[in-house]
């Protein structure tokens, strides 16, 4: 895991993860913390020329949005899914609980969100998860396929990638880390 890396999402080319090992993958995302048991997320596959359809519906919205694109931004808007050969959508769908707050669902849908990366890379796959604009948009998770009442965890795109990602800096793990001290006091 420490030598994990996310490479440019262009890098990443076929062959993608066949059925099996995608579903190796989501039986491993899914071996997280889940406070009631409720399995609050759920997973979106886009394959296939489902990524350009969705590249041409972000496009439209993003016109909507923005106005009229240049022509290299509306090709980088039909091309946000088509670049890696699979994307996951992990979507946190939050459950009716009295017990379990809903941020505490998001951050297990976090979590699977990180080990279907793992999980991708120990099959040696390469990974990268981005949420962009679209995601903070009631209509741009609808186009994706995401009920009102949920929200993007992340966009896990997976593909086979040579290696040879440089590592990005990294912060001093030591400098994040203390032992307790009694309650916060403001200073």
Not at 23 to 32: C, D, G, P, S
Not at 91 to 110: A, Q, R, T
């Amino acid at each position: 895991m420490r030598a994990r890396r996310s490479p440019p999402i262009h890098e990443l080319v076929a062959p993608a993860p066949s059925d099996e090992e995608l579903e190796t993958m989501l039986e491993a995302a899914i071996r997280v913390p889940d406070h009631g048991m409720l399995a609050p997320w759920r997973f979106i596959r886009y394959h296939g020329e489902v990524r350009e359809r969705v590249g041409r519906m972000l496009a439209d919205l993003a016109e909507t949005h923005q106005g009229p694109l240049s022509r290299g931004q509306r090709e980088k808007e039909l091309t946000r899914f088509s670049r890696a050969p699979l994307v996951i959508g992990v979507v946190s769908s939050p459950k009716e609980s009295d017990k379990i707050p809903e941020w505490e669902m998001f951050l297990s849908g976090g979590m699977v969100a990180m080990n279907l990366i793992h999980a991708a890379n120990a099959l040696g796959y390469g990974t990268n998860l981005i949420t962009n604009w679209y995601s903070d948009l009631a209509e741009g998770r609808r186009i994706l396929g995401i009920a009102p009442h949920e929200r993007v965890v992340g966009f896990v795109h997976i593909g086979s990638h040579p290696g040879g990602t440089p590592d990005r800096p990294r912060p001093d793990a030591s400098a994040l880390f203390t032992d307790y001290a009694g309650p916060w006091e403001q200073s």
